[in-house]
Each structure stands twice: as structure tokens, then as C-alpha cells.
């Protein structure tokens, strides 16, 4: 690579993996090595590690730190997740405090420094995916966008470009067309699904052949997250109940607390003090000695800051599922032991909801289309959560199996992204 030649970077920073490339008038890259330790290394998990004042760590280095000094750190995932929720102001680490926008500006600032190592120069311009919708509020979906060009900023890029990622999906696709069709591009990520209908030909692509566009802030996380909730935190104490000294009446853990347990991205905040110290009150309070033991289980899983690992364990469930009928959920740690089989048919029965929310914004875009199921001629999907047999069998009951296409889960946005910021440079 030529180090005169002007370089652009692209950066799909995801709610649960990342991936970067850079293009210049000539070319667009393949995607960027990443993360040199993860299987595919140009895919980095969109997860971050600190300890004390070691500096931070990304991507597998991080998952790999945090493994052995899980509760001497902290361990941050999903934190684009937070971008719509005006009250997410950010979180305190070893006595400082960081803004959502420092946060994931640490991401942007270690994406463009791999960026300009690749070419040689220092690159100021970006091109970053967003979600077709962050949030179905406007003001939230602005703010969203706000951030992130924020925290682009702080990371060094002085010019940032927006593209939705299921246009960038598109881009991609294109090319694997010889005539025009009415394609939904159905990108199932970890924080959003998003959908977009548009007509789609080997030529260049127009505004003017989108037809709709919507989306829904539920996806993957949201997947994993009902595992936890049907299946898994009963055994962190979701149904045991405790009487205060005070009191006569049986009282619930909270629902708040519990809604923080089954969230892969907020898991991380039930370890401030005051909820430590409430779970270790509702231990004494509890009657039942399999209750006191339920939460014995959560103090050490929020002491030790074992949420990674423990919705990891939930992922590698899923994944189990897509392939066999049962799976037996197993999780150990010391004071910590859980054994729980588990069905595909729990597992579709526990995401119903999430899956229903999902697919009632898919329906909604294809009538903002002003089509029917049957006019769509090929469905493109893309993001991790594509493959979760239940979404597969909501796409094929409404489209058809025969048009569904799996297309590069991971690499289809990213090329699509570099291609975007090629025609900046060359307009």
C-alpha cells in the first residue's frame, strides 16, 4: 500500500464483534486484522478489559485477561447497546469516572491506530455503520448518532460519514446479482435487527431504490438473554423469596435486579456496593437453605464479575441447540455449580417474545414497502443471530426457504462500509 496514496477507514463497530478496512480511490482492503488471538482475526469481540492501571485490553485479549483476573477488573461488552438511553451517562472505573462516549471512543481510537499502521499514514476519515433504527424514538435515534460521532472525534477522526449497515449489507449483495429483484436485507446482530426492502440490480446503487427501512433494539443479546431468564437465574436466585426482619409479607427479588441479570450488556452493574450488599441481606433473609444457596450463587457471580463467562456459556447453548434437541447448560465456578438441560423446544419457547418483537418489525417494513411477502424475490441475511434456527423458521414461514440466502454473517457490512467510503473519495 502506497503511503501518498489518500487512505479512508470503515468501521463496523457492533454490539458484539467489530471489524475495520480502509480505501482509497484505487482500492478497498480486505478487512483488517484485528485481533490476532481470535479465530477469525478480522473479527474482534466488541468487548474491552482494565485492571487497575494496566491499560485496557480488547477482543480476546480482554475475554482472556478477564478469565484470570475477573475480579480485580472490569469487563465491558454491548456498550453500543447504551447509545439511545439518554440516562446511560457511563460508569465509574478505578475512581474515574468514563462517559459512553470515552468508552467507545477507547474502540474507535484502537480501530484507527491498526488502520493507520496498514497504510502508513494518519487517517482522519471515517466511515462508520449504524443501525437502520438505534431507537423507534427520535430523539433517542439522534442522540445515538450524536455519540457516536463523538466519540469518533475523541478517538481522532476530524470527518465521519454515516451508513446504515443494511444498505452497506446491500452493497455487498449487489454484486452477486444479474438482474434487478426486490431483496429484504434482514441484518440480526446483537443489539438491533434491522430490515430493509429495496429493489436491487448489478448496477450501482440509488437512495431511490430503497423502498423501506425499520429495525428493533432486541436481537441476539436479547435472545441469550431469555435463556437466562426461563432457564438459567432461577439458579441466581430469580424465584426465591425473604421476609425483612421488619416486615410480614414475602417479598421477590426485584424486578429491576433481575432485568440487570438476564442482560449480557448490564450484567456488569449489579456489582456496585449497594446491590452487593442487598443480595447478601436477601442470603440471611431467606428462609428456604436452597434459597440461601440460589444466592449465595449470585454473590460470587457478581463479586467474581463472571457475567462474560456466564453469557458465554448461554451463547455456546445456542449454538448447541442450532445443531442437536437438547444440551445440557453447564457452568462451574467455585460456589458456583449449575447442571440444566435444556430443549430446543425451551429455548423457543423462553425467546418467543423477543423473536415475535423482532419479526413484527420485519412485517411492518415489508408493508411500509407497500408489499406482500410473496413480492420479496430473495431475502439476504446477515449478523450472527441469523443463524438461531428460530429466526430461520420465522423468515421461511413468511418467505420461503428457497429464498433465503445466508450471506457472510460478519464480513458482508464491513465490505460494504469500504466500498461506501471508496465513492467518497473518488466524488
Partial sequence: MSPTS????????????????????????????????????????????????????????????????????????????????????????????????????????????????????DISRVVLGRPAIFSTNPDEDKLAEQRLTAAAQVAGFTEVHFLAEPLAAASEFRHTLTSKKKVLIADF????????????????????????IGGISRAGD?????????????????????????????????????????????????????????????????????????????VV???????????????????AISLADTHLFRFEYPGIEIEEPVSRTDFFQASKTVVEEIFAACDDTVQKANLRFSDIDIVCCTGGTAKYPAVIHELATRFGAEKLSQYQ?????????????QEILLS
Fill in 301 to 319: 457471580l457478581v463479586e467474581e464479575r463472571l457475567g462474560f463467562p456466564i453469557f458465554r456459556a448461554i451463547e455456546d447453548t445456542k449454538k
Fill in 222 to 298: 436479547a435472545v441469550d438473554g431469555s435463556l437466562m431468564q426461563h432457564k438459567i437465574s432461577p439458579h441466581f436466585g430469580a424465584d426465591v423469596t425473604y421476609q425483612h426482619p421488619l416486615g410480614r409479607n414475602p417479598l421477590h427479588m426485584p424486578r429491576s435486579l433481575l432485568k440487570k441479570l438476564c442482560s449480557p450488556a448490564d450484567i456488569a452493574f449489579l456489582a456496585q456496593q449497594d446491590t452487593l450488599s442487598f443480595f447478601k441481606d436477601v442470603e440471611r433473609w431467606a428462609p428456604a437453605p436452597e434459597d440461601k444457596k440460589f444466592v449465595q450463587q449470585l
Fill in 189 to 212: 446482530g446483537g443489539g438491533t435487527s434491522d430490515f430493509t426492502v429495496l429493489e436491487l440490480g448489478p448496477d450501482r446503487f440509488r437512495k431511490e431504490d430503497v423502498l423501506a
Fill in 6 to 121: 489518500p487512505w479512508m477507514c470503515a468501521i463496523d463497530f457492533g454490539t458484539s464483534n467489530s471489524l475495520v478496512t480502509i480505501a482509497s480511490r484505487e482500492e478497498v482492503a480486505a478487512p483488517l486484522v484485528v485481533d490476532p488471538l481470535a479465530d477469525d482475526p478480522t473479527v474482534m469481540r466488541s468487548v474491552l478489559f482494565t485492571r487497575g492501571n494496566q491499560g485496557w485490553a480488547f477482543g480476546a485479549q480482554a475475554i482472556d485477561q478477564c478469565t484470570e483476573w475477573a475480579p480485580e477488573g472490569r469487563l465491558l461488552r454491548s456498550l453500543k447497546k447504551h447509545l439511545p438511553d439518554a440516562t446511560f451517562l457511563g460508569t465509574q472505573i478505578d475512581g474515574r469516572f468514563y462517559t459512553i462516549i470515552d468508552l467507545i471512543a477507547l474502540f474507535l481510537k484502537h480501530f484507527r491506530e491498526i488502520a493507520c499502521r496498514q497504510c502508513g499514514q
Fill in 409 to 421: 454473517h460478519f464480513h458482508s457490512i464491513i465490505r460494504g462500509l469500504g466500498d461506501r467510503a
